[in-house]
C-alpha cells in the first residue's frame, strides 16, 4: 500500500501541475517513501483504475483539504478558502492565477493584513491579487460586484472569506446566474457540490436566503438571452410540470414553439406577438403522454406554421425528421438527435448559438434526460437499455458545460447542465444493468391524461 499511495502522490501532481502549471509540494507531503518492492506493489495495485481514479480523486481533496481549500467540482477551477495558515496561504497561491480577498473590513486583523501583503508581493509574478470586501447579505453591492467580477478573472482563482462560507454563495450564485438557474435548481446544485455555507452551516441561513432571493423560481417565465444570434424563453405549465421553449433568431424575426401545452395556447402566442417573431414551427419532442400538444390549434390559426416530429414516432406532422436532420429558424440551425428509450420516437434538439467569446450550446432533451432523472420507459415502446444508451452516447457526448433543457421537472428546478448529469444524475451515473433494475422497479401510475393524449398528439393536437 505504500507503493500505492506514492503513485497516487505521483499523479496527483502530474493532475495539478496541469491545472495549475506547478507541482504541489504538499501532495508529495503525503506519500510515504518508496523502495524496491513497494514500487512492483504499486504497479499491481493501479492495475485497478476504477479503484485508482477513486483514490486519485480522494487524495487530491485530501491534499487541498490540508491546505485548508475546498474545489468544487462545478467549475471546477474555483478554490474556496477561509483563513488560513501563511505556508498553506503560499503553497495555495502558487497554484492559481488569481486571489480574491473578501474578509469584510472589520474582520481584517493585523494577521490578514500580513498574509495579504505576503499573498501581494507575487502580484506581477502570474497571479492577480483582489482585495473585493463583502460583510454578507446586508452589502448588496459588495457581494454583486464580486459576482460581476468572476465573468472575467483569470482562472484557477481563490476566493477568500473567514471560513470559506461567503465564498462559496458569491461561486453559487455566479454558477446560477451563469446558466440561468432557477433557485431550486441553484440548491440542488449546491447540495450536489457540498457547499458547506448550504449544507454544513447552521448559521448561514442568511447567506443561503440571498443567494436564492437573487433566482427566480421555477415557475416564473425564464428568459436566457445570449448574446448571440438566439433567444430563448423557458414557459411552465403547472397542471402538468411541462416546459415549452420560445426559441427565436435576432436576424429573421422567425421563432419556433417546443412541446407546447394546449391549454397555454394563448399565453405563447401572445409571447410570439409580444416580441414580436413570426412562428415558423411548432416542435415535438416525443408523442406526449401526460398532456395535449396544441400544434394543431396553433396551426388553425396560423395556418403558415408548420409542426415538426419524429418519423420513427409514426405520428402525423407537416414535416417528419430523423437522427442527423438539421431545423432552420432564419440563421438558427437546431441538430436533431434520435434518443429513444421513453417512447420509440423521441428526439433531442441541439441548438449551438454563436458568442463573441465561443458557442454556448444547449440541449433540449425531451423526457429523455430530466434533472437529476429521466423520463419512465414502461408504456409506449419504452426501453430502459434504449434509453441508457441514447443518453450516453448522444447526450453525454456533448460537452460538460451544454445546458440541459429538459420537458419536465416536478421540484422547481428549470435548468441543469451535462457536467452536472454525467457527475450527480443518480439513475444514469450506474451502470446499465442497474439503470434497468432501477427503471423496473419504480412502479408509478399512469399519466392521468395518457388516453387522451397519445391518440390526440398521434395527428398532432386537437384538430377541432
Known amino acids: 500500500m505504500d507503493g500505492f499511495l506514492a503513485g497516487i502522490s505521483r499523479k496527483i501532481r502530474v493532475v495539478l501541475q496541469g491545472l495549475t502549471g506547478t507541482a504541489p509540494a504538499a501532495a508529495v507531503e503525503l506519500a510515504p517513501s518508496m523502495d524496491a518492492s513497494s514500487t512492483v506493489t504499486m504497479k499491481q495495485e493501479l492495475a485497478d483504475s476504477a479503484q485508482s481514479d477513486m483514490a486519485l480523486t480522494a487524495a487530491v481533496e485530501l491534499s487541498l483539504a490540508a491546505l485548508g481549500a475546498q474545489v468544487p467540482a462545478q467549475p471546477g477551477d474555483v478554490l474556496l478558502c477561509g483563513r488560513m495558515a501563511d505556508v498553506a496561504a503560499e503553497q495555495l497561491s502558487q497554484r492559481c492565477k488569481c486571489w480574491v480577498n473578501m474578509l469584510?473590513?472589520?474582520?481584517?486583523?493585523?494577521?490578514?493584513?500580513?498574509?495579504?501583503?505576503?499573498?501581494?508581493?507575487?502580484?506581477?509574478?502570474?497571479?492577480?491579487?483582489?482585495?473585493?470586501?463583502?460583510?454578507?447579505?446586508?452589502?448588496?453591492?459588495?457581494?454583486?460586484?464580486?459576482?460581476?467580477?468572476?465573468?472575467?478573472?483569470?482562472?484557477?482563482?481563490?476566493?477568500?472569506?473567514?471560513?470559506?462560507?461567503?465564498?462559496?454563495?458569491?461561486?453559487?450564485?455566479?454558477?446560477?446566474?451563469?446558466?440561468?438557474?432557477?433557485?431550486?435548481?441553484?440548491?440542488?446544485?449546491?447540495?450536489?457540490?457540498?457547499?458547506?455555507?448550504?449544507t454544513r452551516c447552521a448559521t448561514c441561513g442568511p447567506v443561503?436566503?440571498?443567494?436564492?432571493?437573487?433566482?427566480?423560481?421555477?415557475?416564473?417565465?425564464?428568459?436566457?438571452?445570449?448574446?448571440g444570434g438566439a433567444v430563448v424563453h423557458q414557459l411552465f405549465d403547472p397542471v402538468t410540470s411541462t416546459f415549452t421553449y420560445l426559441i427565436g433568431c435576432r436576424t429573421s424575426g422567425k421563432a419556433l414553439l417546443l412541446d407546447p401545452v394546449l391549454e397555454q395556447k394563448a399565453r405563447d402566442l401572445s409571447m410570439v406577438d409580444e416580441l414580436g417573431f413570426k412562428l415558423q414551427y411548432v416542435l415535438n419532442t416525443h408523442v406526449h403522454a401526460d398532456h395535449v400538444t396544441s400544434g394543431g390549434q396553433i396551426r388553425k390559426l396560423r395556418p403558415e406554421v408548420e409542426t415538426i416530429i419524429a418519423e420513427s414516432s409514426g405520428a402525423k406532422a407537416d414535416k417528419l425528421v430523423k437522427h442527423g436532420d438539421t431545423i432552420e429558424v432564419?440563421?438558427?440551425?437546431?441538430?436533431?438527435?434520435?434518443?429513444?428509450?421513453?417512447?420509440?420516437?423521441?428526439?433531442?434538439?441541439?441548438?449551438?448559438?454563436?458568442?463573441?467569446?465561443?458557442?454556448?450550446?444547449?440541449?433540449?432533451?425531451?423526457?429523455?434526460?430530466?434533472?437529476?432523472?429521466?423520463?419512465?420507459?414502461?408504456?409506449?415502446?419504452?426501453?430502459?437499455?434504449?434509453?441508457?444508451?441514447?443518453v450516453h452516447s448522444q447526450i453525454f457526448s456533448l460537452p460538460d458545460d451544454t445546458l440541459i433543457y429538459p420537458s419536465h421537472?416536478?421540484?422547481?428546478?428549470?435548468?441543469?447542465?451535462?457536467?452536472?448529469?454525467?457527475?450527480?444524475n443518480s439513475r444514469l451515473t450506474k451502470s446499465k444493468e442497474e439503470f434497468v433494475k432501477i427503471m423496473g422497479e419504480l412502479g408509478l401510475p399512469y399519466p392521468k391524461q395518457i388516453d387522451i393524449a397519445v391518440p390526440s398528439n398521434m395527428v398532432c393536437g386537437v384538430q377541432d
Open 208 to 227: 443561503r436566503n440571498w443567494v436564492l432571493g437573487h433566482l427566480p423560481s421555477g415557475t416564473e417565465p425564464m428568459k436566457q438571452q445570449k448574446t
Open 330 to 390: 432564419g440563421k438558427i440551425k437546431l441538430e436533431v438527435r434520435a434518443t429513444p428509450g421513453h417512447t420509440t420516437g423521441c428526439l433531442t434538439y441541439i441548438l449551438r448559438d454563436t458568442q463573441p467569446g465561443g458557442v454556448s450550446t444547449m440541449a433540449f432533451t425531451g423526457d429523455a434526460l430530466l434533472i437529476r432523472g429521466c423520463g419512465r420507459t414502461d408504456f409506449q415502446a419504452g426501453s430502459a437499455e434504449q434509453l441508457y444508451d441514447s
Open 104 to 198: 469584510a473590513d472589520h474582520e481584517v486583523t493585523s494577521s490578514d493584513d500580513a498574509s495579504f501583503k505576503a499573498i501581494s508581493e507575487r502580484a506581477g509574478e502570474g497571479l492577480v491579487v483582489k482585495r473585493m470586501s463583502w460583510a454578507g447579505p446586508k452589502d448588496e453591492e459588495g457581494g454583486l460586484k464580486i459576482v460581476e467580477a468572476l465573468d472575467s478573472l483569470p482562472r484557477p482563482l481563490v476566493l477568500q472569506c473567514a471560513s470559506g462560507n461567503r465564498a462559496g454563495a458569491i461561486l453559487l450564485l455566479w454558477l446560477a446566474r451563469q446558466r440561468g438557474y432557477s433557485a431550486a435548481s441553484a440548491q440542488q446544485l449546491a447540495e450536489d457540490l457540498d457547499l458547506k455555507f448550504f
Open 409 to 424: 421537472d416536478y421540484k422547481g428546478r428549470n435548468v441543469s447542465t451535462v457536467g452536472e448529469e454525467k457527475q450527480y
